[in-house]
């Protein structure tokens, strides 16, 4: 009797304050055109407030998700955080924001996969409870990006927002959960999408604090089209894996990082738009963040059993794709 992983509720978070591309524009030299046109991004919402980082986001998702399945702290035995954007160096925040929540019968910890983290840690969760190790676990993906983004930048400025969504995982014998999951990395690729200051190799100093090094970098050009190779790779490589024509295909949950990059992503696998998640238009690319925000957006529309493929991209390189079947009906 084979045990699968299946994502038996979601809950997320986002800030309450909203930039939107009008603001941008008295910030920048930047229309709300022309940010619509190449992102299809309207506004994006910011966390602010004092002493406010990625677990507090995080930990007001897990929260509602505890309430939201009626799971008490001490029923989860393991929390993975993904995220770019940790609190600190350490601990992890995924610590933090199980303390906060009063998870204390657990272990966990961070994956950082730029924006692919999220698809990462719910395969890496995903074998915990199919080995039969542990029956409940949550997964977070979360990122303050506006902690390293930088506002005088309107190429990176405009792309990306704040926010914070958790899915509960438990084990399954009906064909649902994660049926299947292709991930791949090359490293060659950080040259065109990293923060150039802050770690090890290049600790924080007055010159590089000065020289703006520790906000994202990012070649727009180069990254869009390994994004739209990648993405498309993984999805055409877990369908075909599993004998999947678009027609069986109900829902592409793609990571929201441009729409021009979606609309690549799901045309080259052959499905219409309306099979398609889209909500940049609401948030931008939050990272980890992105596939959970579309799952609580469409979740109404989801039933038990259809089949659905989470895909993403990030820095890194980082990509996959992740095909699972829907575990419950709305409520």
């Avoid at 008295?26 to 190449?38: F, G, H």
């Avoid at 506004?43 to 002493?51: P, Y």
């Amino acid at each position: 009797m084979q045990i699968r992983a299946a994502i038996t509720g979601i809950a997320t978070y986002v800030p309450d304050d909203v930039l939107t591309n009008q603001d941008l524009e008295k910030m920048v030299d930047t229309t709300d055109a022309w940010i619509t046109e190449r992102t299809g991004i309207k506004e994006r919402h910011i966390l602010k407030g004092e002493g406010l980082g990625t677990s507090y986001m995080g930990a007001k998702a897990v929260q509602a998700l505890l309430e939201k399945t009626g799971t008490h702290p001490d029923e989860i035995e393991l929390l993975i955080c993904a995220t770019a954007t940790a609190d600190f160096v350490f601990p992890a925040t995924a610590n933090l924001i199980a303390n906060e929540v009063g998870i204390k019968k657990a272990f966990h910890y961070d994956v950082m996969a730029a924006c692919s983290g999220f698809i990462y840690a719910l395969h890496t969760a995903s074998k915990f409870i199919e080995t039969g190790t542990y029956k409940k676990v949550i997964v977070v993906g979360a990122d303050k990006m506006s902690s390293i983004i930088d506002y005088t930048d309107r190429a990176t400025c405009i792309i990306f927002g704040d926010g914070a969504g958790a899915v509960l995982l438990e084990p399954t014998t009906e064909y649902l959960g994660i049926i299947d999951a292709w991930m791949r990395s090359d490293g060659a690729g950080w040259v065109h999408l990293h923060q150039k200051a802050g770690g090890s190799r290049r600790p924080p100093t007055h010159e590089t604090v000065e020289k703006r090094e520790h906000f994202v970098y990012q070649e727009g050009a180069i990254v869009f089209k390994h994004a739209v190779q990648g993405m498309a790779e993984a999805c055409l490589n877990v369908m075909e894996r599993n004998n999947l024509q678009s027609s069986d295909i109900d829902w592409l949950v793609p990571h929201q990082a441009n729409k021009r990059i979606i609309d690549s992503t799901y045309q080259r696998m052959g499905l219409p738009a309306e099979k398609v998640m889209l909500n940049i238009h609401k948030y931008g690319n939050t990272t980890n963040a992105t596939i959970p925000l579309c799952l609580t957006d469409y979740e109404s529309q989801l039933r038990k059993g259809q089949n659905l493929i989470f895909a993403a991209f990030g820095g890194g390189f980082t990509w996959g794709a992740i095909y699972l079947k829907w575990a419950y009906d709305p409520v």
